[in-house]
C-alpha cells in the first residue's frame, strides 16, 4: 500500500512539475502617490532681534504624479496561480501645499528600491493579484529624516493583451511611519512585459 501511495504522489508531483514555467519580464509605469493622516505640520524657531520665535506651518497633502521601473520573475505553477518576485525602483511621497500665508508649498520626494512577492490568481486573460513589500529609501527632498525602510502590501489587477503584453493597476499601502504619523499609499497604473510567456 505504501508503494502505490508513493507512485501516486511521484505521479502526481511530476505532473505538476512539469507545468511549472519560468519568465522574466520587465514592469514600467506611473505612480499617483500621497501621504496618509494629513494635514501634516511642521515648526521651526528662529533669533532676531526682538529674541526667539516659534513658527507652526499646516500643510494640506496632495497627490503627487511619478514613476516606477522594474523587473519581474513570474513562475507559473498551475493555469490559475503564478508566484512572482519583483524587484524595482519607484518614486513616492506627495504634495505639501500650506495653508499659511507667506510659507510656501513643497513637494516631498521619495525614492526607493524595493521588492515584492506577488501571488496571481488567473482567470483567463485577467488576473488578480496581491503580496508584501520590503522598500529601502535612496533618496529624499523636501523631507527631514524619514525613516530608512517601510513594509507594505500591494493589491490589484491586470490583464494580458497578448501572450507577451499586458496592463495593470496596483494599491500599494505602506505601514511604517515615514515621518511623524504619516505612511506612504501609492496608485500604480503600468504596463508589463513578459519574455517568452507559455499559457
Partial sequence: MKKIYFLLFALISGLSFAQVTFNPGIRVGANISHLSDGPAQDYWYYNDSQGYHYINNVYDIKSKVDFYVGFQANIRF?????????VYYTRQGGKLESKTPGIDSKTVSLSYV???VVNKFYIDKFNLHFGPTLEILTDHKEIDHPTDADLGLLFGAGYDITKNIGVEARVKKGFV???N???NVTFQAGVYYTFNLKK
Avoid: N, R, S, W
Fill in 78 to 86: 498551475a493555469k490559475f496561480y503564478a508566484l512572482q518576485p519583483e
Fill in 181 to 183: 504619523d504619516h505612511t
Fill in 177 to 179: 511611519h515615514i515621518f
Fill in 114 to 116: 524595493g521588492a515584492a
